[in-house]
């Protein structure tokens, strides 16, 4: 078990020397705690991830730009399982832009999933973690080429879920400079019924390493969230509110699994 912790660590520290530069990517293509769920090995999933923003920001930062406000941004997520502790997957992001009403593909994401501490029947603790490396287009982050490394952390059994996942971003195109970007994401449910939890999800992009942005310029948004599992439903729904002035006042998401 020690083992298993210092060798995610350093792959971790390693990721981080080798990446480089900058801060949090723009691109509104998921809105997601990850827990212990991953492919058994040979089985293929997909998830769809819709976001809009009723309330939010509707002036662009630079031209061009798809601004959050009241635009819809859909990702298909197809995902296969290699192993009992890996899994890749792919995100095909999409986005109906709220000024023009155009329809456009974003770019594409792809990642890796690693979770070598798992809990017997999802009970216990767990521990891995998520790398994704993509190219977008400038009408939705102004550095085209972004990394994100996630540790997945928590703990559940049959009532109750936490999941913390820490988060670090790096700009790898377009003149990037500076340090990586960090936020955190915290995930914590109870089960109501079977196949059915609610709670709250939170949100935060705290700026860069070594420079955290002050509470009121930080993107902080809090979820109050319900999870399905009655196959073949299953999906996470959820509304969250912006908690400083520099987020998104009002946001709706919803993570649907499409059976196989």
């Known amino acids: 078990m020690r083992m298993l ?20 990517a723009a691109l509104a293509d998921e ?10 090995p040979g089985e293929f999933g997909l998830e769809i991830h819709t976001i809009t923003f009723p309330k939010a920001r ?4 630079y031209p061009g730009e798809v601004v959050p406000g009241n635009s819809l941004f859909v990702t298909l997520e197809p995902s296969y399982g290699l192993t009992k502790t890996v899994d890749v997957g ?12 155009d329809i456009a593909l974003a770019g594409l994401k792809g990642r890796i999933k690693w979770l070598p501490i798992q809990g017997a029947d999802h009970d216990g603790w767990y521990l891995g973690a998520n790398l994704e490396v993509g190219r977008v287009g400038r009408r939705f982050n ?17 009532d109750w879920l936490i999941g913390f996942n820490p988060v670090i971003n790096w700009e790898l195109s377009d003149q990037a400079a500076g340090k990586p970007g960090y936020g955190i994401a915290v995930k914590g449910t109870r089960r109501l019924a079977e196949g059915l939890a609610a709670g709250l999800e939170y949100y935060s992009d705290k700026g860069q390493i070594g420079r955290t942005l002050p509470w009121e310029e930080q993107d902080n948004k809090l979820f109050y969230v319900i999870d399905v599992d009655r196959k073949p439903w299953i999906f996470n729904l959820g509304i969250g509110k912006g908690l400083t002035h ?15």
């Open 58 to 61: 509707k002036t662009p930062d």
């Open 142 to 158: 102004p550095v085209r080429t972004n990394a994100e490394l996630r540790i997945m952390s928590g703990w559940h059994n049959d």
């Open 90 to 101: 792919l995100y095909l992001p999409m986005a109906r832009d709220s000024f023009s009403g």
């Open 5 to 24: 912790f210092a060798v995610l660590i350093r792959c971790m520290w390693a990721s981080i020397f080798l990446l480089s530069a900058s801060a949090m």
């Open 31 to 40: 809105i997601q705690v990850y827990t212990d769920e991953i492919n058994e």
């Open 246 to 260: 520099a987020s998104d006042k009002t946001t709706v998401k919803a993570i649907f699994e499409l059976p196989f």
